[in-house]
Each structure stands twice: as C-alpha cells, then as structure tokens.
C-alpha cells in the first residue's frame, strides 16, 4: 500500500510507507497481492510489475518482511521466515535492486517453491517489500543499501503480499472479540465489531449487521466493506448505523466468507 499523498487503506491492502512523501508520483506498484494454491512440494513463478510515474529513471530496492495486522490498528512487519505462518523462506526474488526508465516499467521474477511433506495445512504468507530510493543528493545508493544507517531520509514502500494456500487444507473460523457503537457530535453512529482469524486458512469476508426491533421487526441489513484476514490476524469492520433510527434493538452480526463460511453472533443495541 502506498502512503505519501493518496495512504489511505481505501486505496490498497497495507499502509506500509514510514514516512510520508508529499505530492510526489514516483514508483508505482501493480498487484499487491498475489495467491496462489499449491500442493506439497510444488514450484510455482510470478512477477511484480513496477512502474515509473516520473520522467527520469528512479531506482527500487526489493527485500522481504513478514507481516501481521491486528485490529487494534498495529502493524508488525517482522524478520522475514520467522512467524509460524511465513512462507518468506519459500520465496526467492529474481532482483533486489532495479532501475526503473522514465515513464517505464520493470518485471520482477519471484519464485515460491513449497516444502515437501504433508505437515503443512491452510494459508502461508509474506511481504515483498518495494522502497523508492532517494534522489540523488540524498546519499548514495550504496550508501542506502547498508543494513544500518545514522541519518533518517525520506521514504516510500510498497508491500506486495505473497499468499500460498495449500490445497484445499485449512480450518475456517473466526472469532468476535469486541464491540464497540461510537456516536459522533455530528449525528453519524457507527457499530464498530473487531474479529478475530482463529483458524488455519485465509479468508476475505464482509461483515453485515441485521437490526431487529422489540418487535422482532427487521429494520434493515446494514454491510461493511471486505477485509482480508489471515490466521492469527484481525480487523475492526466498521458498519455506519446513522440510517437508523434511535431505540433498542437486537442486531444479527453475519461475518460472510461469500461461500459455505458464514459466522454469526446477536448483540443488543441501544441508540
């Protein structure tokens, strides 16, 4: 996901640019994320396609990272093949530094090569990282390649997801770990329901929240955008209430995986 002047998570999958660079097009990542299912053992190729937004040619250091998110808003992007569900050290690069043409475009190779053996099970995952290095009179490019640097500059990264799903393995649950209805001054209400990835494969479900009155009335069905979810992740679903009137109510809350994986849980509603 990019940041600088168009960061939001409306526009990619992953906030992953440390500090902002304003008003500047630069680098450009297409895809961030790539899956695939694979079984043991298997060996497949893909590529990242990264563009030049500028005139002038720009060069790009790629590395890789592994990566949890949490609905509390924290990121962790941790020493690639360490966490139980990294498949960085499956996953080889065909270039760690490219030079990008002026209005050009470069392809890197990646090639993920499953381990052997029946022990896996679900979904595996890393990041390629993509960092835009700094114009010239910034320091020199070898310079910013050293793993350990004094001075703080300027810098903008793409993270491209790598997703291996083992074949069809992998338990499908989820986990609803809290709630909380936020009422703005300017009359806006949001119902704001944090969930939890607790089993062993890769999900992207949209949240919906069915209200019923005292009654047992429905009032409506109210949805929440699509998020990503992987095992021993989780995401805050934000479902805008402001529609509804005030009072009390039951509210059905569907996670919907778009297939047979549907979770639900019923809390009470004042407003």
């Not at 499956?90 to 190779?109: K, M, Q």
């Not at 114009?135 to 310079?143: D, H, M, R, V």
Request: contains cysteine; glycine residues 12%; negative net charge.
């Amino acid at each position: 996901m990019r940041m600088g002047t168009i960061g939001t998570a409306v526009r990619a999958t992953l906030a992953l640019a440390l500090l902002a660079v304003a008003c500047h097009a630069g680098i450009v990542v297409d895809g961030l994320v790539h899956e695939r299912v694979a079984g043991f053992g298997e060996l497949y190729t893909g590529t990242v396609t990264i563009r030049n937004a500028e005139a002038e040619t720009m060069a790009a250091r790629l590395y890789q990272k592994d990566y949890l998110f949490y609905s509390n808003g924290s990121n962790v992007y941790g020493d690639p093949g360490v966490d139980e569900r990294s498949n960085a050290s499956w996953v080889t690069l065909s270039a760690n530094y490219i030079e990008v043409p002026g209005r050009g475009s470069v392809e890197v190779g990646y090639t993920v090569s499953v381990p052997a053996g029946d022990s896996l099970r679900g979904s595996y995952w890393s990041l390629v990282m993509i960092e835009e290095l700094p114009e010239k009179g910034a320091g020199s490019t070898q310079e910013y390649l050293l793993p350990q640097r004094s001075s703080v500059t300027q810098v903008l990264r793409y993270g491209v997801q790598i997703v291996t799903h083992i074949g069809g393995t992998g338990e499908r649950v989820v986990a609803f770990t809290d709630r909380n209805l936020i009422q703005a001054d300017d009359g806006t209400r949001t119902l704001m329901i944090d969930v939890e990835n607790t089993g062993e494969r890769s999900m992207r479900p949209n949240l919906w929240v069915e209200l019923h009155d005292s009654s047992g009335s429905r009032l409506g069905r109210f949805e929440s955008a699509k998020r990503r979810l992987y095992p021993g992740t989780s995401v805050r679903f934000a479902v805008d209430l402001t529609a509804a009137p005030s009072g009390s109510y039951q509210a059905l809350v569907v996670v919907d995986n778009g297939d047979e994986h549907v979770f639900g849980a019923q809390y009470g509603l004042d407003f």
